[in-house]
């Protein structure tokens, strides 16, 4: 006698299906770490809870971007037009051999889709930074947010190129972006994940 639906059956009514999203592979690969990815995919859906969206919310706060102090506290503004954010973005194109200006979130999506593709040592090594990148700008944000402390734009990158070096011993590929990474030829970092805490 035949159940009357499956749990395969019964979880794929259960769970939504929506539309496939162009950048899924941006943020979730192999060897990612959860927390910024789960960051970065709520930035990519324009989900994470910036001050202008708090105030369509209904909140009483002022809309200043805490990074700059300059403009208006958007997702597109501080994932990458605020000049904080911008410096430590361009920082990751630069040493990832890429040249090119940071452009807002949903261009640089596009933009990272089209041009970083496959599975060599640079396009995870560029997954990683993405991904740690946004996390690493939303968790100083939010630093600035709770408890007004502010870091400088080069701790922010010295705690991405950790991230980066937590993954990225397995390749082969690390001797041509040793210089400017940091990388040693192995490594072993006992890590400490309190940035992110």
Known sequence: MRPIATLAE????????????IWDRVVWHSGHFPKNS??????ALGRLPTRCRLISFGWNIDGTCLLCSRELETRDHLF?????????WEWVL????????AMELD??????????????FLSYLFRLAWN????LLWKERNRRFFTGACRPKAEVVSCLKEVARLKVDRFQGIRRLQPEW????????????????
């Open 182 to 197: 940091g990388l040693q030829e192995r490594i072993f970092i006992w890590f400490c994940f309190d940035y992110l805490a």
């Open 38 to 43: 789960m960051i970065a995919w709520m930035a």
């Open 107 to 120: 261009r640089e999506l596009s933009w990272v889709c089209a041009n970083v593709r496959g599975k060599s």
């Open 132 to 135: 740690g990148c946004i996390a």
């Open 10 to 21: 019964i979880w794929s009514v259960l769970r939504s299906q929506g539309v496939r999203v």
């Open 94 to 101: 630069r040493a990832c051999n890429f040249s090119k200006p």
């Open 80 to 88: 990458f037009v605020c000049p904080y954010s911008k410096c430590v």
